[in-house]
């Protein structure tokens, strides 16, 4: 399966395209939405590594060319993908977090 698929994407989208795709994915199986689901974690570490070379013009490129991204790590760790997450949609605060940090201290 190709980075474009696995993003939804054909070989010719733009770079707005890939955002968007990328963004929809990484909303649909976040963690956060989803905990304790490996599945859900392993889609989005896999949207995350998708985007994080189609995301970047010169990456994209020689993904395009055939070469191999070496300077990406064969798999994208989750503290990765949350931190490009969080860059393409600011400090979003899901539910069930926005939940628990509304809740008053008990002391």
Same mark, same amino acid.
């Not at 304790?36 to 998708?50: H, I, M, P, Q, Y």
């Not at 070496?70 to 400090?91: C, E, K, S, Y």
């Given at each position: 399966?190709?980075?474009? =698929?696995?993003?939804?994407?054909? !070989?010719?989208?733009?770079?707005?395209?890939?955002?968007?795709?990328?963004?929809?994915q990484?909303?649909?199986?976040?963690?956060?939405?989803h905990?304790?689901?490996?599945?859900? $974690? !392993? !889609?989005?570490?896999?949207?995350?590594?998708?985007?994080?070379?189609?995301? =970047?013009?010169? $990456? !994209?490129?020689?993904?395009?060319?055939?070469?191999?991204?070496? =300077?990406?790590?064969?798999?994208?760790?989750?503290? $990765?993908?949350?931190?490009?997450?969080?860059?393409?949609?600011?400090?979003v605060?899901?539910?069930?977090?926005?939940?628990?940090?509304?809740?008053?201290? $008990?002391?």
């Open positions: 399966m190709s980075l474009y =698929d696995v993003l939804g994407v054909p !070989r010719s989208a733009t770079a707005k395209e890939i955002r968007t795709a990328y963004r929809q990484a909303l649909l199986s976040h963690p956060d939405k905990p304790g689901d490996d599945s859900a $974690r !392993r !889609r989005f570490l896999e949207v995350s590594e998708a985007y994080a070379v189609l995301g =970047d013009e010169h $990456r !994209r490129a020689r993904y395009d060319r055939g070469a191999t991204i070496d =300077d990406a790590p064969p798999d994208v760790d989750l503290r $990765r993908a949350n931190d490009l997450f969080n860059a393409n949609f600011g400090q605060r899901l539910r069930a977090h926005t939940a628990a940090s509304a809740s008053p201290a $008990r002391l």
